[in-house]
């Protein structure tokens, strides 16, 4: 799918679970960590309802422990736009990029500003505090 007209920034979105938010805040909310070995892509989606809905209706569901984020971040639209923007569902707002996780450092290095926590859902059975104004745990 082309990309409509952009800007100098383009604000993406991940669904993120504790563990890699975690390691998102370790990097003082200015990366995305390394991907694991079975985790050939980096995944991040272009639009908040898409995000919102993997954090609520997968991570927190069936993540371990069952919690979900949404975050968002500006990238250099230079570089965002290198990746094709991929349609994955019946839905037009299932729209991600495909980053080859070989990648990930340079699309890190065209991060502008901070990784935010916009939101969070929290599964059955999670029970630590989270801030609601934040969106963090209470040991963040």
Known sequence: MPWPAVGELVTLYRPTGLQELRLVAQS???IWPPR???????????????AEEIARDWNAKRNDPPVGFVTAFDVRAEEATRYEIQVVGAQAQHQELWVPAEELDHFNAAIAGPI?????????????PINPDTHLPADF
């Not at 694991?36 to 898409?50: A, E, G, S």
């Not at 935010?116 to 630590?128: K, Q």
């Open 28 to 30: 003082g909310w200015r």
């Open 116 to 128: 935010r926590v916009l939101a969070h859902y929290a599964g059955a059975g999670y029970t630590e």
């Open 36 to 50: 694991l070995p079975d985790q050939p892509i980096f995944y991040p989606v272009l639009n908040f309802d898409y």
